[in-house]
């Protein structure tokens, strides 16, 4: 039970720290090289779409992740969720 508590924990800080880093311009979240983009997924959608939407991609995966996480913390807590 503490397990599942703790994988929506991690789960809300990776969401917080893509946000977080994304405001303040870490260069491999918002910057990546494009000789990356054949084993990062940031930098090849950069190379499609340019800085600017991957500023927008972070921002609304990072919200998704923490949305997703927080529900899945009040469910769990509310005993919607079935562990065997």
Do not use: Q
Not at 8 to 31: H, M, P, S
Not at 50 to 59: A, D, K, Q, R, Y
Request: proline share 2%; with cysteine; aromatic share 14%.
């Amino acid at each position: 039970m503490i397990a599942y508590y703790l994988a929506g924990i991690v789960a809300i800080l990776l969401g917080l720290l893509l946000i977080v880093g994304t405001l303040l311009r870490w260069k491999f979240l918002v910057d990546p090289p494009e000789r990356w983009a054949t084993f990062y997924s940031l930098s090849k959608l950069k190379e499609s779409f340019g800085s600017g939407f991957l500023v927008v991609f972070n921002f609304v995966i990072g919200t998704i992740i923490v949305l997703m996480a927080c529900g899945f913390l009040v469910a769990l807590r509310m005993g919607h969720v079935r562990i065997r």
